[in-house]
Protein backbone atom coordinates (compact mmCIF):
# COMPACT_ATOMS: atom_id res chain seq x y z
CA UNK A 1 0.00 0.00 0.00
CA UNK A 2 2.82 2.34 0.73
CA UNK A 3 4.77 1.68 -2.46
CA UNK A 4 1.31 2.29 -4.19
CA UNK A 5 0.88 5.48 -2.46
CA UNK A 6 3.76 6.93 -3.67
CA UNK A 7 4.11 6.17 -7.00
CA UNK A 8 0.66 7.49 -7.34
CA UNK A 9 1.54 10.74 -5.96
CA UNK A 10 4.79 10.93 -8.42
CA UNK A 11 2.25 10.26 -11.43
CA UNK A 12 -0.02 12.99 -10.08
CA UNK A 13 3.27 15.17 -9.92
CA UNK A 14 3.04 16.16 -6.48
CA UNK A 15 6.09 14.10 -5.84
CA UNK A 16 9.13 16.46 -5.37
CA UNK A 17 11.04 15.36 -2.58
CA UNK A 18 14.35 15.53 -4.96
CA UNK A 19 15.08 18.73 -7.03
CA UNK A 20 15.85 17.88 -10.31
CA UNK A 21 19.43 17.62 -11.74
CA UNK A 22 20.44 20.26 -14.04
CA UNK A 23 23.24 19.38 -16.23
CA UNK A 24 26.04 21.64 -16.03
CA UNK A 25 27.07 23.66 -18.75
CA UNK A 26 30.79 23.05 -20.38
CA UNK A 27 32.21 25.98 -20.95
CA UNK A 28 34.32 25.95 -24.61
CA UNK A 29 38.14 26.73 -23.87
CA UNK A 30 39.66 30.16 -25.03
CA UNK A 31 41.12 30.21 -28.30
CA UNK A 32 44.46 32.44 -28.63
CA UNK A 33 43.76 35.70 -29.91
CA UNK A 34 43.20 35.58 -34.06
CA UNK A 35 42.87 31.51 -34.49
CA UNK A 36 39.09 32.41 -33.96
CA UNK A 37 38.86 34.68 -36.72
CA UNK A 38 40.98 32.75 -39.21
CA UNK A 39 39.10 29.90 -38.45
CA UNK A 40 35.86 31.72 -39.03
CA UNK A 41 37.39 32.82 -42.58
CA UNK A 42 38.47 31.47 -45.25
CA UNK A 43 41.30 30.22 -46.45
CA UNK A 44 42.80 33.05 -48.08
CA UNK A 45 41.44 35.65 -45.38
CA UNK A 46 42.88 33.52 -42.91
CA UNK A 47 46.36 33.89 -44.95
CA UNK A 48 45.86 37.42 -45.46
CA UNK A 49 45.20 38.17 -41.86
CA UNK A 50 48.35 36.06 -40.99
CA UNK A 51 50.63 38.24 -42.89
CA UNK A 52 48.88 41.56 -41.55
CA UNK A 53 50.27 40.23 -38.31
CA UNK A 54 53.90 39.91 -39.92
CA UNK A 55 53.79 43.30 -41.85
CA UNK A 56 53.03 44.65 -38.40
CA UNK A 57 55.58 43.29 -36.28
CA UNK A 58 57.94 44.13 -38.79
CA UNK A 59 57.05 48.07 -39.26
CA UNK A 60 57.72 48.00 -35.35
CA UNK A 61 60.73 46.73 -35.40
CA UNK A 62 61.71 48.91 -38.32
CA UNK A 63 60.72 52.01 -36.00
CA UNK A 64 62.56 50.77 -33.30
CA UNK A 65 65.66 50.47 -35.45
CA UNK A 66 65.56 53.97 -37.09
CA UNK A 67 65.15 55.54 -33.10
CA UNK A 68 68.29 53.91 -32.15
CA UNK A 69 70.67 54.21 -35.46
CA UNK A 70 72.41 58.11 -34.55
CA UNK A 71 73.30 56.49 -31.02
CA UNK A 72 74.60 53.37 -32.80
CA UNK A 73 76.03 55.46 -35.43
CA UNK A 74 77.94 57.60 -33.41
CA UNK A 75 79.46 55.05 -31.28
CA UNK A 76 80.63 53.32 -34.37
CA UNK A 77 82.60 56.60 -35.47
CA UNK A 78 83.98 57.10 -31.93
CA UNK A 79 85.03 53.49 -31.93
CA UNK A 80 86.62 53.89 -35.25
CA UNK A 81 88.69 57.11 -34.10
CA UNK A 82 90.00 54.96 -30.86
CA UNK A 83 91.11 52.07 -32.95
CA UNK A 84 92.77 53.77 -36.14
CA UNK A 85 94.62 56.91 -34.28
CA UNK A 86 97.38 54.48 -32.81
CA UNK A 87 97.58 52.61 -36.61
CA UNK A 88 98.06 56.28 -38.25
CA UNK A 89 101.16 56.96 -35.89
CA UNK A 90 102.46 54.11 -36.31
CA UNK A 91 102.13 53.90 -40.50
CA UNK A 92 103.49 57.47 -40.21
CA UNK A 93 106.42 56.03 -38.18
CA UNK A 94 106.69 53.20 -40.93
CA UNK A 95 106.53 55.72 -44.39
CA UNK A 96 109.40 57.79 -42.58
CA UNK A 97 111.91 55.37 -41.14
CA UNK A 98 111.27 51.77 -42.75
CA UNK A 99 113.88 50.99 -45.54
CA UNK A 100 111.76 48.27 -46.94
CA UNK A 101 109.68 49.54 -50.00
CA UNK A 102 106.66 47.10 -49.21
CA UNK A 103 106.59 48.69 -45.77
CA UNK A 104 106.07 52.43 -46.96
CA UNK A 105 103.69 51.51 -49.53
CA UNK A 106 101.44 49.43 -47.19
CA UNK A 107 101.52 52.40 -44.77
CA UNK A 108 100.88 55.02 -47.53
CA UNK A 109 97.49 53.07 -49.13
CA UNK A 110 96.66 52.37 -44.92
CA UNK A 111 96.81 56.31 -44.44
CA UNK A 112 94.89 57.04 -47.92
CA UNK A 113 92.42 54.72 -47.14
CA UNK A 114 91.51 55.98 -43.48
CA UNK A 115 92.96 59.65 -42.98
CA UNK A 116 89.56 61.92 -43.49
CA UNK A 117 91.15 65.20 -41.48
CA UNK A 118 94.94 64.94 -41.82
CA UNK A 119 96.65 66.78 -39.23
CA UNK A 120 99.33 69.40 -39.89
CA UNK A 121 101.84 66.48 -38.74
CA UNK A 122 100.05 63.87 -41.28
CA UNK A 123 100.62 66.29 -44.05
CA UNK A 124 104.16 67.19 -43.50
CA UNK A 125 105.48 63.80 -43.48
CA UNK A 126 103.40 62.89 -46.66
CA UNK A 127 104.66 65.87 -47.95
CA UNK A 128 108.48 64.46 -47.01
CA UNK A 129 107.56 60.84 -48.79
CA UNK A 130 106.37 62.79 -52.18
CA UNK A 131 109.61 65.23 -52.30
CA UNK A 132 112.36 62.96 -50.89
CA UNK A 133 111.72 58.96 -51.07
CA UNK A 134 113.91 57.22 -53.38
CA UNK A 135 111.58 54.82 -55.29
CA UNK A 136 108.94 56.38 -57.23
CA UNK A 137 106.17 53.94 -56.83
CA UNK A 138 106.63 54.95 -53.48
CA UNK A 139 106.28 58.32 -54.39
CA UNK A 140 103.61 57.89 -56.49
CA UNK A 141 101.27 56.27 -53.80
CA UNK A 142 101.66 59.29 -51.47
CA UNK A 143 100.23 61.83 -54.44
CA UNK A 144 97.35 58.96 -54.65
CA UNK A 145 96.95 58.80 -51.04
CA UNK A 146 96.56 62.54 -51.28
CA UNK A 147 94.06 62.10 -54.11
CA UNK A 148 92.02 59.58 -51.86
CA UNK A 149 92.08 62.04 -48.42
CA UNK A 150 90.61 64.89 -50.50
CA UNK A 151 87.78 62.21 -51.51
CA UNK A 152 87.43 61.19 -48.29
CA UNK A 153 86.88 64.83 -46.91
CA UNK A 154 84.22 65.64 -49.89
CA UNK A 155 82.35 62.48 -48.95
CA UNK A 156 82.66 63.06 -45.25
CA UNK A 157 79.83 65.89 -44.03
CA UNK A 158 81.66 66.60 -40.69
CA UNK A 159 85.05 67.58 -42.62
CA UNK A 160 83.82 69.82 -44.84
CA UNK A 161 84.96 72.89 -42.77
CA UNK A 162 88.67 70.84 -41.99
CA UNK A 163 88.98 70.77 -45.78
CA UNK A 164 88.61 74.17 -46.43
CA UNK A 165 91.23 74.49 -43.94
CA UNK A 166 93.83 71.79 -45.25
CA UNK A 167 93.07 72.34 -49.46
CA UNK A 168 95.33 75.47 -50.01
CA UNK A 169 98.06 73.21 -47.48
CA UNK A 170 97.59 70.36 -50.06
CA UNK A 171 97.38 72.29 -52.91
CA UNK A 172 100.72 73.90 -52.48
CA UNK A 173 102.59 70.84 -51.53
CA UNK A 174 101.45 69.00 -54.68
CA UNK A 175 102.93 71.95 -57.33
CA UNK A 176 105.89 71.61 -55.43
CA UNK A 177 106.36 68.43 -55.42
CA UNK A 178 105.18 68.35 -59.44
CA UNK A 179 107.74 71.23 -59.76
CA UNK A 180 110.92 68.76 -58.60
CA UNK A 181 109.36 65.68 -59.95
CA UNK A 182 111.04 64.19 -63.22
CA UNK A 183 109.18 60.40 -63.08
CA UNK A 184 106.07 61.54 -65.28
CA UNK A 185 104.15 58.54 -63.98
CA UNK A 186 104.14 60.89 -60.07
CA UNK A 187 103.99 63.90 -61.80
CA UNK A 188 100.57 62.14 -63.28
CA UNK A 189 99.47 61.31 -60.20
CA UNK A 190 100.20 64.54 -58.59
CA UNK A 191 97.75 66.10 -61.33
CA UNK A 192 95.24 63.24 -60.31
CA UNK A 193 95.27 64.45 -56.56
CA UNK A 194 94.98 68.17 -57.49
CA UNK A 195 92.09 66.93 -59.69
CA UNK A 196 89.95 66.08 -56.13
CA UNK A 197 90.55 69.28 -54.63
CA UNK A 198 87.51 71.99 -54.62
CA UNK A 199 90.27 74.47 -53.82
CA UNK A 200 89.40 77.22 -56.62
CA UNK A 201 93.02 77.95 -57.22
CA UNK A 202 93.39 74.03 -57.84
CA UNK A 203 92.17 75.14 -61.72
CA UNK A 204 95.20 76.82 -62.74
CA UNK A 205 97.87 74.14 -61.57
CA UNK A 206 95.78 71.63 -63.88
CA UNK A 207 95.92 74.70 -66.94
CA UNK A 208 99.57 74.50 -65.98
CA UNK A 209 100.01 71.21 -65.94
CA UNK A 210 98.36 70.69 -69.55
CA UNK A 211 101.56 71.69 -70.72
CA UNK A 212 103.46 69.19 -69.28
CA UNK A 213 106.09 67.39 -71.39
CA UNK A 214 104.83 64.15 -71.34
CA UNK A 215 101.46 63.12 -73.33
CA UNK A 216 100.27 60.85 -70.56
CA UNK A 217 100.33 63.98 -68.14
CA UNK A 218 98.88 66.56 -70.15
CA UNK A 219 96.26 64.22 -70.87
CA UNK A 220 95.56 63.85 -67.31
CA UNK A 221 95.79 67.74 -66.57
CA UNK A 222 92.72 68.08 -69.62
CA UNK A 223 90.66 65.43 -68.13
CA UNK A 224 90.97 66.95 -64.29
CA UNK A 225 89.87 70.28 -66.40
CA UNK A 226 86.58 68.95 -68.04
CA UNK A 227 85.45 67.16 -64.67
CA UNK A 228 86.02 69.90 -62.23
CA UNK A 229 84.06 71.83 -65.17
CA UNK A 230 81.40 69.65 -65.31
CA UNK A 231 81.24 69.53 -61.35
CA UNK A 232 81.15 73.31 -60.89
CA UNK A 233 77.79 75.04 -62.36
CA UNK A 234 78.66 77.47 -64.68
CA UNK A 235 77.24 81.49 -63.47
CA UNK A 236 76.81 82.86 -65.95
CA UNK A 237 75.53 79.97 -68.22
CA UNK A 238 72.70 81.06 -70.44
CA UNK A 239 68.82 79.26 -69.69
CA UNK A 240 68.00 76.53 -71.45
CA UNK A 241 65.13 76.90 -73.78
Same mark, same amino acid.
Given at each position: ?? /????????????????????????? *???????????????????????????????????????? /?? *????????????????????????????????????????????????PST??????????QTD???????????????????????????????????QLL????????????????????????????????? /?????????????????????????????????????
Amino acid at each position: MR /FEFLVRRQNEGRFNSFPPVVPMLRQ *PALKPLGEDMAQSQSPKQSQRFQLSVVAVILAMSAVTLVA /FS *PSLVSLAQQSSVQVSQPLVTSSLTRLSTSTQTAERLQAVAWLGKHVTTPSTNELNTLAQALQTDSDPTVRASVANAFKQIAINQKQNPGAVGHARNVEPQLLEILESSYSKEKNAVVRRCIVEAAAQLTYPQAAY /FITRAKQDSDPSVSAAAKEAEHARDLSTPAAFAPPLK
